[in-house]
């Protein structure tokens, strides 16, 4: 158990349709970061904030969008769906912006039907 | 751009035997960071190792070991003695002292067999 924590384990929606994913991360990280994985591919970074504040950006769609709360918990919000977006999602964490590994939670399998 | 290339889709290894899985990487900067995460069906994503590249010892993590070429630019994960628990995918990655996200190859799929 890496600490790291995400919700919902599976998510199944239809094409058009809006979801968030809620991650929250380990106690006394600040920094957390998104990644994306399709089938039996290698994690895609789409993006990461520190403190709050966004601080880097990968392979994001302009149809996903991402926020880390005041308490530290992120949600990214995925909206109109296509079948492509379908993967495992997943949710990291570490202490700093930068230095430190990061700690990954169980991800979130997204079905778009 | 940074690339992770891992050149052996699946790799298979007696059990209580070594293997050793291969990574390459391309990169501009020299201070930068190494590591093998695991993959197991449950899909969890476990650090196994890491590496900085400032670094001329490689790392060690009791029967995991690389083999850090700076030069080369590459970074081999050895298993030794595995054990079935080992079977999984097996991702390489790397990040630069400047960037904050990570940059993973592709992934070896490693069998353990009884």
């Known amino acids: 158990d890496s600490g790291v924590t995400q919700t919902p384990k599976h998510l199944i929606t239809a094409t058009g349709q809006r979801v968030t994913l809620r991650c929250s991360p380990r106690s006394g990280d600040l920094s957390v970061y998104w990644y994306q994985q399709s089938l039996d591919q290698g994690l895609q970074f789409l993006i990461q904030y520190y403190n709050g504040e966004e601080r880097a950006k990968g392979n994001i769609l302009e149809r996903f969008s991402a926020q880390q709360f005041p308490d530290l918990h992120s949600e990214l919000n995925l909206s109109s769906l296509e079948l492509g977006d379908s993967a495992l999602y997943f949710c990291?964490?570490?202490?700093?912006?930068?230095?430190?590994?990061?700690?990954f939670g169980p991800g979130t399998r997204l079905t778009v039907l | 751009a940074q690339t992770v290339t891992q050149s052996q889709p699946e790799m298979s290894v007696q059990e209580a035997e070594t293997v050793t899985l291969s990574c390459t990487y391309d990169?501009?900067?020299?201070?930068?960071?190494l590591f093998w995460y695991k993959q197991p069906p449950s899909r969890q994503m476990i650090l196994v190792i890491r590496?900085?590249?400032?670094?001329?010892q490689n790392a060690t993590e009791n029967r995991f070991s690389v083999n850090f070429q700076k030069a080369a630019k590459s970074f081999s994960l050895k298993i030794s003695d595995s054990q079935l628990g080992d079977a999984a995918m097996y991702f390489c990655a790397y990040r630069s002292e400047g960037n904050n996200d990570m940059r993973f190859g592709a992934g070896t799929r490693l069998t353990v067999k009884p």
């Open positions: 990169t501009s900067e020299s201070d930068y960071y």
């Open positions: 990291a964490s570490s202490r700093l912006a930068g230095k430190n590994e990061q700690f």
């Open positions: 590496q900085e590249a400032y670094k001329q």
